[in-house]
């Protein structure tokens, strides 16, 4: 097992825990908030920082600026005169590119299917599941009422949209951007996972 695999998903359709369970079965790594921890290490920005910036792009110079006051790392000219949600966009990155080349893993979110375009060793995918699904899955899971579900899926996928289009080139959730899109609730959890691990495994013999 040599293929690194990307998971983009609507929020409550189940992507991170199919993305977890994926690299279980697997037996390869699994990135998701461990890859904020990771970036935070490694390019000097606390932790709190890049949570606070995770995901979510912001254009407001004020805050950029005021940000910016607390950075540090990265220290060349162009990159200091960077908002400080570029930076931590960045650092993402390079993280991404590091795990990458140490070999298969899972990557949850993050424009990781952006960063690692280069890698012909990779399989994109985006999880998606219709409506009613979702906000099923959210109520049960948080013991939320129906508007609240569906108030906070409209903004995470906003805040999702907004910063993968911002950072990227593709669209984000548009079938032509992944390899593969699923909707899980066809299928549900495991057998999306098992959908997903029969079609890694049918790349890896087509590449062979």
Known sequence: ?????????????GGREIGEKLAKRLNIPYYDRELLSR?????????????NHDERPTNSFLYNLVMDTYSFGYNSSSF???????????AQFDTIKKIADEGACVIVGRC????????PNCVHIFIHADEEHKVKRLMEKHNISESKAKETISKKDKQRQSY????SSKKWGRSDTYDLSVNSARLGIDGTVNLLAQYVEDVEKERQ
């Open 1 to 13: 097992m040599n293929t690194i695999i990307t998971i983009g998903r609507q929020y409550g359709s």
């Open 80 to 90: 200091v005169d960077m908002p400080i949600s570029h930076k931590i966009f960045l």
């Open 164 to 167: 993968y289009n911002y950072y």
């Open 39 to 51: 970036a935070a290490k490694e390019s000097g920005f606390c932790e709190e920082m890049i949570e």
């Open 112 to 119: 990781a299917d952006y960063a690692l375009a280069d890698y």
